[in-house]
């Protein structure tokens, strides 16, 4: 640990206790060059909270930014920096249990190697891998003995982009449109008579490729997927989703007979 004082990096701990909420461990340490002591806080790392700006950006959430609020607001009362520590504990904990059901964290790849992926992941804290390249059923299974939840993507456009699909073993299947210039975004559904003779695949397929509020509906009572994946089709402009749609398709997703989702077929 760096002295915020004079850069030196050996210290020691004078003093520690746990703060009030349970989440952290707060530290008095003392550096050994210099002689300062200032105070450090150890937290539980977590999945990241995503932020969504108001002009459609996203970025992780800080809780310096918080503090740096606060700390503005207080600069001319004598409001002790653990007081202010712990409103922002309390902000990020209502954060935290306001949305509990956003726990579940899918890092998307495409041909990246197993060493990035491995990296990405841990230092993010995610479990759930999505891979939209052209990675093998045996890459996939390296990911799926160490542990992780393991979705494949396949690009369908015609019977041949499901010649290998027997092969992967893995939680999840998705399958989205195929097309020339990149993977995914096309906003136009595949033909999806190609996978009703295929009814192993629906207990653990994600349905994505052009949906939206109008097709929805028939795409859940034709296909039978045990989840749908959604992006353009509930957009109001590029990259920015519009809160009235995305609600409406939901609400029909939910509407659907549960037995149509998980793939039993008459």
Known sequence: MNCPFCGHNEDKVIDSREASDGGSIRRRRECLKC???????ERLEEHPLLVVKRDGRRESFDRKKILAGVLKACEKRPVPMERMEALVDEVEREIVQEFPEFKNFVAVFSNQSKEEVERTVQELGVRI????GEETARYCHFFMEKGYE??????IKDRMSL??????????ILFDTYASEGKGGTGLPFDWELIEDRP?????LFLAGGLNVS??????????????DVA???EQ???KKDPRLLAEFVRIAKEVPADSRIGRRS
Do not use: C, M, W
Not at 129 to 132: A, I
Not at 163 to 172: L, P, T
Not at 215 to 228: D, E, S, T
């Open 35 to 41: 002689h300062r002591r200032f105070t450090t806080y």
């Open 129 to 132: 891998l999505q891979f939209h």
């Open 150 to 155: 393991v979705i494949k993507t396949f690009r």
């Open 163 to 172: 010649k290998r699909i027997d092969e992967y073993n893995v939680s999840a």
């Open 200 to 204: 192993y695949v629906h207990e653990k």
């Open 215 to 228: 097709n929805l509906r028939k795409a859940i009572q034709k296909i039978h997927p045990y989840a749908v």
């Open 232 to 234: 353009s089709g509930v």
């Open 237 to 239: 402009s590029l990259g």
